[in-house]
Each structure stands twice: as structure tokens, then as C-alpha cells.
């Protein structure tokens, strides 16, 4: 069973950057697209990034398109979301996901990780 977890949220003041990382463990992480999502309080689940399993494709949310990238290494079993120019409206948890293979769903996640941006 494909497990995840994140790491590197944390407080952070606008305009700042900060590196979230997923560690994928159990099976073969290299075999999944990857994808990061987050969601503040009161509001829905949000799609942030998504990285095709090779690493060749990526794409995002409009709200986070020119400020936000996603990378993985599989040779570590990593997927990471490099922040940049952060606004207040980035505050929430952040997940790393596993797209299941053969399907447009997401079925694996982490636990999440929360990031928070003072203005």
C-alpha cells in the first residue's frame, strides 16, 4: 500500500517562499502522478499542482499558476511544491496525493501539512 507524508509547512510572512516535500513509501511512487492540494478553513478542497509520473508534465490552479512548482525525484521517492511569492490567501493544509493508475482519481493522500502566511 502506497503511503504519504509531507513535510515543511510552517508560518511564513507575505511576499516569502517556502518548500513543501511528500515522502511516498510502501510501493512504487515512480508508477503515480503526483499532486498537491490544499484547503482552508471553511472552504473547499482546492487543486493546487499536478506532475505527470515521468516529471515531463506539470499544470496548476489559476490562483497559484507563475508563483507555485512541482518537482519530484523518483530515484527518492519525493515530491516536492516550491512556493514563491506568498500571499495571505495561500494560508491552509496542504496534501500531497497519489493518482491511482488507469484513473483521474486521486486515491491516495498524506496527512497534510499547514502552511500559514501573515500579511
Known amino acids: 500500500q502506497l503511503q504519504l507524508k509531507e513535510s515543511g509547512g510552517g508560518l511564513v510572512q507575505a511576499g516569502g517562499s517556502l518548500r513543501l516535500a511528500c515522502a511516498a513509501s510502501?510501493?512504487?511512487?515512480?508508477?503515480?502522478?503526483g499532486g498537491w492540494f490544499r484547503q482552508a478553513p471553511g472552504k473547499e478542497r482546492e487543486f493546487v499542482a499536478g506532475i505527470s509520473w515521468t516529471g515531463t508534465s506539470t499544470w496548476y490552479g489559476d490562483s497559484v499558476k507563475g508563483r507555485f512548482t512541482i518537482s519530484r525525484d523518483n530515484a527518492k521517492n519525493l515530491l516536492y511544491l516550491q512556493m514563491g511569492s506568498l500571499k495571505p490567501e495561500d494560508t491552509a493544509v496542504y496534501y500531497c496525493?497519489?493518482?491511482?493508475?488507469?484513473?483521474?482519481?486521486?486515491?491516495?493522500w498524506g496527512q497534510g501539512t499547514q502552511v500559514t502566511v501573515s500579511s
Open positions: 496525493a497519489a493518482q491511482d493508475i488507469g484513473s483521474s482519481r486521486f486515491g491516495t
Open positions: 510502501g510501493l512504487t511512487f515512480p508508477s503515480y502522478n
